[in-house]
């Protein structure tokens, strides 16, 4: 936990107006606390929070499922181009200190079950898909109130074992 | 369609007997009208599926979490360790012309996810995870006629395009 | 040991007429002596080996770096989409008991130091990548007893363990 | 080109003082040109290379073969835990806009080989393994000079291109 692993932000490409603000705002508290952000690196959701994140002055990161980077949203501080299409959201999930959706289908919904499959907290945001094990919120402030408490609580624990 | 990609079965480890005599059934029933099985190579359901399909002479194929093949079940035709862990999951989807899931968590359900990301159809038994897009079936045979339908349509079309 | 690993057979796609002719040579001596072969499912060197081991029998399974099998080559028993790219090279290294390449550039190239890296032999023939700990051999039927003795001796190690 | 693709540092845990006082230099050399690091995450050349990146203040992304950054150097300014072993190399050779090596036995050449096949640019130093189409070099001026140079002609290229 002393070393720093990245919070994962999932979400879709298409997305609706509140889902987009959200995600901005979401990005800039997330950065404003000195987290680190991991995402697809697409638009919408992951194009959102990359701006919000990047006006904090924050860092994140897109593991893109493409060859090359060309396609990434301009707001991501590093593009990991991987090649292996979709495939990638398995690492976003792996490489995640806990994973945070704002809405999303099929590609949120593998993201949140191998998640919750290695036991990384799942926080829920806008009408995100329903797995048991993953907590919903209503509003951004509550969340990242949430997220911010369970890392304050995972270092504790870590560096008590230490 | 012409090369003999694999009909991939899921399911977890922890099954109820009634889970176990479903897949064997399946697997032989499958290997019985020639197709291929492609799972995760390990207990359980994929256990079951691979013992009913090496009695009707067919070919099993699991794609292991570890780096070795010290811990696959024993009624594989060929084992194929990825040293990936979960994350084979996303490489059984893709592999796979289409997905049969009986029972399972959260393993199951990234896999049905991912297949249904990528326009597999998915035939679900026995208290697989509800998905939309995915198909319920009440029982092996129903279920068995409906995806050789399914792969003869699709042969029939891919047939036509050539 | 016990589970059928299969042999990895790497090669590449644009081959000179004796690398094929070696190649097919080999596919029918290695399925004929039972083992099943893994390689990248693709031509020259992938497909010749594939048409020899399906003259004697044998299984011969592809990891395809594409995403569907339409480009496979057509003498594959079981044809794996892995949508992975070149990345699925490290596949064929991770999943195999051992590795035999017949000529090669790059691919073969990062396929043998994979494997070497992962403490599996490497068998080469006909101007394959010289590394340093891959055996060069200079025709089918040495390296084959070769590969044969190796795997019984492995076996033997492994249930004199057991 | 426009998006931030790092400059991927490659080279064995286990390397030589010259080696590692090059690694040092090299990271501090082009953090601060602006360019952002990815390497493999753990000791030896990739530990002095972030190092002495994050002396200049730069970015440093560890792509690790564990599950989770326990074993990551301290000096990463992002750990991304992959799960994926070795095969992690393929990625880090598919993410970078060109590689440096640093010495480095089998690991390294998997790196180089997976790069040139990609049409990456390869520069080595310091007994890196030689192979056909990487650019060795004798110290890190002359190579991050080099580095630099591409840099610029690859980002006007693509400008000229849109």
Redo the contacts between chains.
């Keep these: 936990?002393?070393?720093?692993?990245?919070v994962g932000l999932i979400g879709p490409r298409e997305a609706t107006p509140e889902q987009l603000q959200a995600a901005r705002n979401l990005g800039y508290a997330l950065a404003g606390t000195g987290m680190?952000i991991?995402c697809g690196g697409k638009g919408g959701v992951m194009e959102a929070a990359a701006f919000g994140a990047k006006r904090a002055g924050g860092?994140v990161?897109g593991l893109l499922p493409e060859?090359?980077?060309?396609e990434?949203n301009?707001f991501?501080?590093?593009?990991?181009?991987?090649?292996?299409?979709?495939?990638r959201?398995?690492?976003i999930a792996?490489?995640s200190l806990c994973l945070i959706a704002i809405g999303g289908g099929?590609?949120t919904?593998?993201e949140m079950?191998?998640g919750?499959?290695?036991n990384k907290p799942v926080f829920t945001l806008l009408g995100a898909p329903l797995?048991r094990?993953a907590e919903v919120f209503d509003d951004v402030d509550t969340l990242v109130a949430s997220v911010a408490n369970w890392l304050v609580t995972a270092r504790q624990t870590q560096t008590a074992k230490e």
């Design positions: 936990m002393r070393h720093a692993m990245p680190t991991l860092i990161i060859d090359d980077a060309n990434a301009p991501l501080t590093v593009a990991l181009p991987t090649g292996l299409g979709i495939t959201n398995a690492l792996r490489a099929l590609g919904l593998s079950a191998l919750l499959q290695w797995v094990g």
